[in-house]
């Protein structure tokens, strides 16, 4: 465990790294990028192999860092963090895999690449709100970059919505915070001091507390409807970014959601879980209809990402341990799948016909042409659907059972938007890889480049992972679950595990 914060480390130097790189080759910048996310993800896997999940997290790191304030340079980890660790390092890698192709400023590419995993290593590890803040900043900045520079079209637009999205939601955070720790006379950032600081707020002013800090979380998660900057910004972005922005950055949000804004402020999240539940669920039915009827496969799959991070939002909505330990479980499950979606589209169908239209692919017969393609994405839009077998399945059927035993009424309402998933998704596979055999509007090159080793490896990777988890939850569940019993997230969890 205590070799944990190298991840965050190690990826700063590789960003570094890979600029100086960069300077001498492309081949250069790639080999110090691919380095660097698998040493860090190494480091994760090494520390799980001695992790034993508890109830309370494991520090590894605390110092004082800012004294007149109380903020400390405090790292730990438990269950929850772990899962997202390894969700980090299995999409950074991956990610890097699928930049192999990436020609123009490869250098720069990955130092920004790079900086963005390091803020999210940073936040997954933070055990002070002040800190976590700073990382889940620095994990924002670099987006901007990796989209203006290396997108595709309106990518100076997408690039600034995102990021005015984004610094509009950490606004609210930082005014929450500053907010508690001054009027709740708190000594530090810590999640217990501000927690002990917030028990002492009226209820009204719990509510307004929680509203600047869950709502300014819950725009990064995708939270309907604040979720309008996700598919313009994934369909704009560059593969990885892309794989980066549904995978790992997304998450951020929930994340926050659940480390500070539920268990500092309950009596406010008591005031807002009907709002918050019917949100999530309405994201879910809303973003299914409006991926139905896009011609982008990458807008697709970005408004797909929006419905399956509405069932997150619907977890912690619940907030009780079997929908909670869903939730967390559907970060990892839809990190992954979703990587594995942007990757196929953004990297082996884009980059070889130019083209994202559905009724331009339709009828290139893509299934023979790129047969590895077809199979990959048939295999995660099978997983993206919530079937047995992949990590999607117990992770949504966690979160439905958690929330009937809350309102029957929003697991209802969210099984259609499953129903809806499974429609959008049956679509773009039939379009893109069997539509027939005469193009409909020119026929790409003729024949395809095939798909690269590197593609190859890290849709095997994204593949493996997901069936693993589909077919093992326990895994991670065996983690996740007792991190849900510890005292603060205790104060508003209601049980129901079994």
Same mark, same amino acid.
């Given at each position: 465990?205590?070799?944990?914060?190298?991840?965050?480390?190690?990826?700063?130097?590789?960003?570094?790294?890979?600029?100086?790189?960069?300077?001498?080759?492309?081949?250069?910048?790639?080999?110090?990028?691919?380095?660097?996310?698998?040493?860090?993800?190494?480091?994760?896997?090494?520390?799980?192999?001695?992790?034993?999940?508890?109830?309370?997290?494991?520090?590894?790191?605390?110092?004082?860092?800012?004294?007149?304030?109380?903020?400390?340079?405090?790292?730990?980890?438990?269950?929850?963090?772990?899962?997202?660790? *390894?969700?980090?390092?299995?999409?950074?890698?991956?990610?890097?895999?699928?930049?192999?192709?990436?020609?123009?400023?490869?250098?720069?590419?990955?130092?920004?690449?790079?900086?963005?995993?390091?803020?999210?290593?940073?936040?997954?590890?933070?055990?002070?709100?002040?800190?976590?803040?700073?990382?889940?900043?620095?994990?924002?900045?670099?987006?901007?970059?990796?989209?203006?520079?290396?997108?595709?079209?309106?990518?100076?637009?997408?690039? *600034?919505?995102?990021?005015?999205?984004?610094?509009?939601?950490?606004?609210?955070?930082?005014?929450?915070?500053?907010?508690?720790?001054?009027?709740?006379?708190?000594?530090?950032?810590?999640?217990?001091?501000?927690?002990?600081?917030?028990?002492?707020?009226?209820?009204?002013?719990?509510?307004?507390?929680?509203?600047?800090?869950?709502?300014?979380?819950?725009?990064?998660?995708?939270?309907?409807?604040?979720?309008?900057?996700?598919?313009?910004?994934?369909? =704009?972005?560059?593969?990885?970014?892309? $794989?980066?922005?549904?995978?790992?950055? *997304?998450?951020?949000?929930?994340?926050?959601?659940?480390?500070?804004?539920?268990?500092?402020?309950?009596?406010?999240?008591?005031?807002?879980?009907?709002?918050?539940?019917?949100?999530?669920?309405?994201?879910?039915?809303?973003?299914?209809?409006?991926?139905?009827?896009?011609?982008?496969?990458?807008?697709?799959?970005?408004?797909?990402?929006?419905?399956? $991070?509405?069932?997150?939002?619907?977890?912690?909505?619940?907030?009780?341990?079997?929908?909670?330990?869903?939730?967390?479980?559907?970060?990892?499950?839809?990190?992954?799948?979703?990587?594995?979606?942007? =990757?196929?589209?953004?990297? *082996?169908?884009?980059?070889?016909?130019?083209?994202?239209?559905?009724?331009?692919?339709?009828? $290139?017969?893509?299934?023979?042409?790129?047969?590895?393609?077809?199979?990959?994405?048939?295999?995660?839009?099978?997983?993206? $659907?919530?079937?047995?077998?992949?990590?999607?399945?117990?992770?949504?059927?966690?979160?439905?059972?958690?929330?009937?035993?809350?309102?029957?009424?929003?697991?209802?309402?969210? =099984?259609? #938007?499953?129903?809806?998933?499974?429609?959008?998704?049956?679509?773009?596979?039939?379009?893109?890889?069997?539509? #027939?055999?005469?193009? =409909?509007?020119?026929?790409?090159?003729?024949?395809?480049?095939?798909?690269?080793?590197?593609?190859?490896?890290?849709?095997?990777?994204?593949?493996?992972?997901?069936?693993?988890?589909?077919?093992?939850?326990?895994?991670?569940?065996?983690?996740?679950?007792?991190?849900?019993?510890?005292?603060?997230?205790?104060?508003?969890?209601?049980?129901?595990?079994?």
């Amino acid at each position: 465990m205590s070799t944990l914060p190298w991840t965050v480390y190690l990826s700063l130097i590789g960003a570094a790294g890979s600029l100086l790189a960069g300077r001498r080759s492309p081949g250069a910048a790639r080999a110090v990028a691919l380095a660097a996310a698998l040493a860090s993800w190494a480091l994760v896997i090494a520390a799980a192999l001695h992790f034993h999940a508890s109830a309370s997290a494991e520090t590894i790191v605390d110092a004082a860092w800012i004294p007149s304030l109380g903020i400390r340079y405090h790292l730990a980890a438990d269950g929850i963090s772990m899962t997202l660790l *390894m969700l980090t390092g299995i999409a950074a890698t991956a990610g890097v895999l699928f930049s192999w192709n990436i020609a123009e400023r490869t250098g720069e590419f990955f130092a920004f690449y790079l900086a963005l995993i390091a803020g999210v290593y940073g936040v997954f590890l933070s055990a002070d709100a002040f800190l976590l803040f700073v990382f889940y900043e620095l994990a924002i900045v670099p987006k901007y970059f990796l989209i203006a520079i290396w997108g595709s079209a309106n990518r100076e637009y997408a690039a *600034m919505k995102l990021v005015l999205y984004s610094f509009a939601g950490s606004a609210l955070v930082l005014a929450g915070l500053l907010w508690a720790y001054a009027a709740g006379g708190a000594h530090g950032f810590g999640f217990g001091e501000l927690a002990a600081a917030a028990e002492n707020f009226s209820p009204a002013r719990q509510a307004g507390l929680f509203a600047l800090v869950f709502f300014g979380f819950a725009i990064l998660a995708g939270l309907f409807p604040f979720h309008t900057w996700a598919p313009t910004g994934h369909a =704009a972005a560059p593969t990885a970014a892309s $794989m980066l922005l549904a995978g790992v950055v *997304m998450k951020l949000g929930a994340y926050g959601c659940l480390r500070i804004a539920l268990p500092l402020f309950p009596a406010g999240f008591a005031f807002w879980q009907p709002a918050i539940a019917w949100l999530a669920v309405g994201g879910i039915v809303w973003a299914g209809l409006i991926a139905l009827v896009q011609e982008d496969a990458k807008f697709v799959i970005g408004y797909s990402s929006v419905s399956h $991070m509405g069932f997150v939002m619907l977890g912690l909505a619940a907030a009780n341990t079997r929908a909670v330990g869903g939730a967390v479980l559907q970060m990892f499950s839809h990190g992954v799948i979703a990587g594995l979606l942007f =990757a196929v589209v953004g990297r *082996m169908v884009y980059d070889r016909t130019h083209t994202r239209n559905l009724g331009q692919l339709r009828g $290139m017969a893509l299934g023979r042409k790129l047969p590895f393609a077809a199979v990959v994405f048939v295999l995660a839009g099978l997983a993206s $659907m919530g079937l047995p077998g992949f990590s999607g399945f117990p992770a949504e059927l966690s979160i439905l059972i958690g929330a009937w035993r809350v309102s029957p009424a929003w697991p209802a309402v969210a =099984a259609v #938007g499953i129903v809806i998933a499974a429609a959008f998704t049956l679509r773009v596979v039939v379009a893109i890889f069997f539509g #027939g055999d005469e193009p =409909a509007s020119g026929p790409p090159p003729d024949p395809l480049p095939p798909i690269s080793l590197p593609e190859r490896a890290g849709a095997l990777l994204l593949i493996g992972a997901t069936i693993l988890i589909g077919l093992k939850p326990d895994l991670l569940l065996n983690w996740i679950l007792p991190s849900l019993q510890s005292p603060l997230l205790q104060g508003v969890l209601k049980g129901g595990s079994s």
